[in-house]
């Protein structure tokens, strides 16, 4: 019999648990790096195969991670260790949580100086830095933040340390509250910058350059790209979700759940996209900026708003927290792993993964600046770390994680915790989740490395 409570608390109630798991969800991946990856990639067709991903591959999966969490009640090391074991499977299975849990560090450590520049940007917008500005002035203050070793090496140990704070509190008490009222205020805040930006910036260029798809200059690495941000954005793949729903009671549905969070992360990215493609085009911008992207274009906005200050200092207060939300999901796994394994507390197990993560995102910092000369693949250490974690860590997380929901975990299992009945619904999410979600992934892993040509090659 599954346990009914995880020892390291509970969430209040579903909407604690949809409000944690979308504060998971939405955070940088959405307003920072939808954008640029949309610009990266040449809009339109990118869109439509991340949505794609996000409906085909991420919703199921979305409901296997809550699944297995919730069965297991335990980090997802132990979730999964115990779970293959009910099943009479090998051990090994736990190697998803193993796999899980450094990606969520090696995640954190680039997110974290990237939250760092948000918490950088509140003090800018305060300060007036941003009135009037143009592209190039906007261009000057993106330089000169990430050019200073000092100065980002500042915020990220501010941010680093906020978030070690309320993962040590616990999470059900620390981050319940701060939620419940933050995450309804970036959405105010951003369709109200959308609706700024429909009125005044290029919007027919914007929603052209992002709703027409153009399949021609869809490289393999673009679509390996897209899906790579489904996971990301969705915090799929490494255990957040999971852990997330080993907290959730074992009376809410599942499905309805991963329906919602899914949708609002969704829209937050696209009203994010909405709100800068119209601008960047209106000032004569070209979309392929990079991570600078969001950081470069909306101070031009805000700088000609009335009342900009205000609004743009509080833009990116709601924006650092949704970061912090989502940076705390990353931190969670392996501060319940140390707890279970190393009956560490709960404070002394955040500071000690904090701070390991803490120095890793030193060298992500220092490879913006002291440290850009050393490149691996064309990319700096952030990019790479960005690139191997979202575009194949994630994935490949997801990829074991359906096949352990869809062919390890028994059918009386998956059928009791989704609660959907033998019906339709139940059997369309296991056809996804046995066939469509690892093939996809299979596929465009296989078509990032370029092999349906070099078996085109062998067989020609
Ligand atoms: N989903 C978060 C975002 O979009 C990032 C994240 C990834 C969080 C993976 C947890 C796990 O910002």
Redesign the pocket.
């Known amino acids: 019999m599954a346990a009914t409570i995880s020892i390291h608390g509970m969430w209040t109630n579903r909407l604690a648990f949809i409000l944690a798991a979308t504060g998971?969800?939405?955070?940088?991946?959405?307003?920072?790096?939808?954008p640029y990856a949309a610009g990266e990639y040449g809009g339109g067709a990118f869109v439509l195969i991340y949505l794609l991903c996000v409906a085909a591959i991420g919703l199921p999966i979305m409901m296997a991670e809550i699944m297995l969490g919730r069965r297991g009640r335990r980090s997802p090391i132990n979730t999964m260790r115990a779970l293959a074991r009910e099943e009479g499977r090998h051990p090994a299975w736990q190697l998803i949580g193993w796999m899980g849990m450094v990606?969520?560090f090696l995640?954190l450590s680039f997110?974290s100086v990237i939250a760092g520049w948000t918490l950088a940007y509140v003090v800018h917008s305060a300060t007036g830095l941003f009135v009037d500005i143009d592209a190039a002035g906007a261009d000057g203050v993106f330089g000169a933040l990430v050019g200073n070793a000092e100065r980002l090496l500042f915020w990220h140990s501010i941010f680093m340390a906020l978030c070690v704070l309320v993962v040590a509190r616990g999470v059900a008490s620390g981050l319940e509250r701060a939620v419940r009222l933050l995450m309804p205020a970036l959405f105010v805040l951003l369709v109200l910058l959308v609706i700024y930006s429909l009125s005044t910036g290029n919007f027919a260029q914007a929603a052209d350059y992002l709703f027409t798809p153009d399949f021609g200059r869809l490289s393999a690495e673009a679509v390996l790209s897209a899906m790579g941000q489904a996971?990301?954005?969705?915090?799929?793949?490494?255990?957040?979700?999971m852990i997330y729903g080993s907290y959730l009671r074992s009376d809410a549905s599942i499905g309805s759940n991963s329906l919602i969070i899914a949708g609002m992360?969704s829209l937050v990215a696209i009203l994010a996209g909405l709100a800068i493609f119209p601008i960047l085009f209106a000032n004569g911008l070209q979309p392929e900026q990079g991570p600078g992207l969001v950081f470069k274009v909306l101070p031009i906005a805000f700088g000609k708003m009335p009342g900009g200050v205000v609004f743009s200092t509080l833009f990116f207060v709601l924006l650092m927290f949704?970061?912090w939300t989502?940076?705390i999901?990353?931190l969670e796994p392996m501060v319940a792993w140390l707890v279970e394994n190393l009956n560490f507390d709960r404070v002394r197990a955040a500071a000690l993964g904090g701070t390991a993560v803490w120095l890793l995102g030193v060298v992500c910092l220092l490879s913006l600046n002291k440290w850009s000369g050393i490149t691996l693949f064309g990319k700096g250490f952030l990019d790479l770390l960005d690139f191997l974690?979202?575009n194949i860590l994630?994935p490949l997380g997801g990829l074991l994680i359906a096949v352990f929901s869809g062919w390890v975990l028994s059918r009386t299992v998956s059928a009791d915790e989704l609660a959907l009945g033998e019906g339709p619904l139940y059997r369309l999410w296991r056809m996804l989740i046995r066939y469509v979600a690892p093939v996809a992934v299979a596929i465009i892993f296989a078509n990032s490395i370029g092999l349906p040509s070099l078996v085109m090659g062998w067989l020609g």
């Open positions: 998971s969800a939405v955070g940088l991946g959405n307003i920072w790096r939808f990606t969520g995640i997110y996971f990301f954005s969705l915090s799929l793949g490494m255990g957040a979700i992360d949704a970061a989502s940076a999901s990353l974690t979202a994630l």
